[in-house]
């Protein structure tokens, strides 16, 4: 079985590709995927975690993929009032699940987070209760393939009650991921005429006025953090030599960001790591 469980982790191996993907359960934080391509099978590292990242369970993780649940950046809607940046599905410890799929193909695995009131395996911790009141249940699905990696997140509304009511649950969700790219020459296409929030803006005016984005493909020579709006949900990000096609789904934004020379602001990026 390609499913090798630990303490604090999960490895997973495809049977034959060689290629690998690394689940934290503090955070279900992927730390690492190795794949090969069909023009290069030698499976390399795919995604950035900055040496300098804290791995112990002692703050969430810079790179890889963090999860981000129920609110993206800053807390603004009411009810996500006592949440930090980011919220708390990347600063918890998540629980083992099963093993969905093993076969020839690939495998696949499911870890889960919830907020109810029946008492089972997956509890909420008290730390969850204590910021967070709505009743909800997270489970996520990591599933390696020869030369893909996926990533599914599924979001439940477990609320009976007229005090939260059934039908409405508000959050944001984003799987903060952290692509191994040299940022100076790296390009994120198509984005090309979609709307966009310029964040790096000076003014709360200027960071609030949509912006229409004509590059054909998007670069982050400089300060980026860019949030598109109904994005097309399939994404090149390629560089002189290499590149990965990302594909999404119910995720209807996308954010392209990258420090440059001001992640050396970061404490926990490594020098150099933008």
């Not at 990242?53 to 609110?71: E, N, T």
């Not at 395996?121 to 910021?131: C, G």
Request: aromatic residues 10%; contains cysteine; glycine residues 6%.
């Amino acid at each position: 079985m390609p499913v090798d469980q630990f303490k604090d982790r999960v490895i997973l191996n495809h049977p034959k590709a060689g290629s690998s993907v690394e689940i934290l359960l503090y955070g279900a934080t992927v730390t690492s995927w190795k794949s090969g391509s069909t023009r290069d099978p030698e499976p390399v590292e795919r995604l950035f975690v900055s040496s300098k990242a804290a791995l112990d369970g002692s703050k969430p993780v810079r790179g890889g993929i963090p999860v981000v649940f129920p609110c993206f950046g800053a807390p603004t809607h009411l009810e996500h009032s006592k949440l930090g940046q980011h919220g708390f599905a990347r600063s918890e410890t998540w629980t083992w699940d099963s093993v969905i799929v093993d076969n020839d193909a690939g495998v696949s695995i499911r870890l889960g987070l919830i907020t109810s009131i029946p008492l089972s395996a997956l509890e909420p911790t008290e730390n969850i209760r204590s910021v967070y009141a709505r009743p909800f249940q997270l489970s996520y699905v990591v599933t390696l393939a020869e030369h893909q990696l996926s990533t599914d997140l599924h979001v439940t509304n477990t609320s009976t009650s007229t005090t939260f009511p059934p039908d409405n649950l508000e959050y944001q969700a984003l799987l903060h991921t952290y692509i191994r790219a040299p940022a100076n020459q790296v390009l994120v296409s198509s984005l090309q005429n979609l709307s966009y929030y310029d964040k790096t803006e000076s003014t709360d005016e200027a960071r609030s006025t949509p912006k229409t984005e004509f590059r054909p493909a998007v670069d982050v020579r400089k300060f980026t953090d860019s949030v598109y709006e109904d994005a097309p949900g399939q994404y090149e990000v390629t560089w002189p030599g290499g590149g990965i096609a990302i594909r999404s789904k119910n995720f209807k934004d996308v954010v392209v960001w990258n420090p440059q020379e001001g992640g050396s602001k970061i404490a926990d990026m490594e020098a150099g790591g933008w």
